[in-house]
T-cell receptor
């Protein structure tokens, strides 16, 4: 089985712009979660989508949003970028069942200038 | 955001030595996961634990789910240079769907 894929791998944006990141989960997985990783805050949960519905949400401002398509692929959007949004954005896929294990993609490295 | 207490923060050991790290939480979890992350890459799952008291091995790695459900331990036996990386614990409570809470990480460096 192919693993979790994320595109693009690297991105440079300027303050005020918006960005869209993409994640394709493992085939058959219906749950996609997004995390932000920074040196100061570590790995922080952004949100989770299951069957095209947001099932859980972390403590991030409304500038961070996401969606999931019928094929379980997910996108994450950040509007009005700030310098502090520079981070590694990771998505993880899981089957969404009781014995849940999350598998991570390689991440998208976002740099905001 | 919340992070679990993971210790030690970093370790510098010699090849062949055993390594132990642990993770504690003020909340209970139904699942504990251990990941390893190399620079610029996503975390790779090492071991998953689903039951309090469970002891699970994966090659030279052994992890335990604490009986209080608030802690977990990871041991690496006979370390080798490719064990270098950052190790994260993560707790999951099924009542919060798929929201993993991560530890602060243990940076492991191995010398020959």
């Amino acid at each position: 089985k192919a693993g979790v894929t994320q595109t693009p791998r690297y991105l440079i944006k300027t303050r005020g712009q918006q960005v869209t990141l993409s994640c394709s989960p493992i085939s058959g997985h219906r749950s996609v979660s997004w995390y932000q990783q920074t040196p100061g805050q570590g790995l922080q949960f952004l949100f989770e989508y299951f069957s095209e519905t947001q099932r859980n949400k972390g403590n991030f401002p409304g500038r961070f949003s996401g969606r999931q398509f019928s094929n379980s692929r997910s996108e994450m959007n950040v509007s009005t970028l700030e310098l502090g949004d520079s981070a590694l954005y990771l998505c993880a896929s899981s089957s969404g069942t009781v014995k849940e294990t999350q598998y991570f993609g390689p991440g998208t490295r976002l740099l905001v200038l | 955001g919340q992070q679990l207490n993971q210790s030690p923060q970093s370790m510098f050991i010699q090849e062949g030595e055993d390594v132990s790290m642990n993770c504690t939480s003020s909340s209970i979890f139904n699942t504990w996961l251990w990941y390893k992350q190399d620079p610029g890459e996503g975390p790779v799952l090492l071991i998953a634990l689903y039951k309090a008291g469970e002891l699970t091995s994966n090659g030279r790695l052994t992890a335990q789910f604490g009986i209080t459900r608030k802690d977990s331990f990871l041991n690496i036996s006979a370390s080798i240079p490719s064990d270098v990386g950052i190790y994260f614990c993560a707790g999951l409570y099924t009542g919060t769907a798929s929201k993993l809470t991560f530890g602060t990480g243990t940076r492991l460096q191995v010398t020959l």
